[in-house]
Nanobody
């Protein structure tokens, strides 16, 4: 069983930066592919970014490529999402997710989810 807890959300202005964290248990964190998804009001949850077990392999949605960076620290059992040059359309609840072994871009492939953290970007 994996438990995920996101933190770091908040209210920022367009153009600002914000960092999210996803703390995971148990200590076998390194065997899981990790991803961030987001869901805006009235919209489907969508893929944002994913990272492989070692942190070398990453993948991003086109809408965030060049602005967001996903990373992980296996020693701290934590995944991160650094968001720069935020836009009002980035306003969403952000969720981290974990699955055994490789990452996926498809939310249905993820067995473990955090509770979400709200990110609001004002114009």
């Amino acid at each position: 069983q994996v438990q995920l807890v996101e933190s770091g959300g908040g209210l920022v202005q367009a153009g600002d930066s914000l960092g999210l964290s996803c703390a995971a248990t148990p200590r076998t964190f390194s065997i899981y592919g990790m991803a961030w998804f987001r869901q805006a009001p009235g919209r489907e949850r969508e893929f944002v970014a994913a990272i492989g077990r070692t942190g070398i392999s990453t993948n991003y949605a086109d809408s965030v490529k060049g602005r967001f960076t996903i990373s992980r620290d296996n020693a701290k059992n934590t995944a991160y999402l650094q968001m720069n040059t935020l836009r009002p359309e980035d306003t969403s609840i952000y969720y981290c997710a974990a699955r055994s072994w490789s990452y996926s871009l498809t939310q249905d492939d993820y067995a473990y989810w955090g509770q979400g953290t709200q990110v609001t970007v004002s114009s």
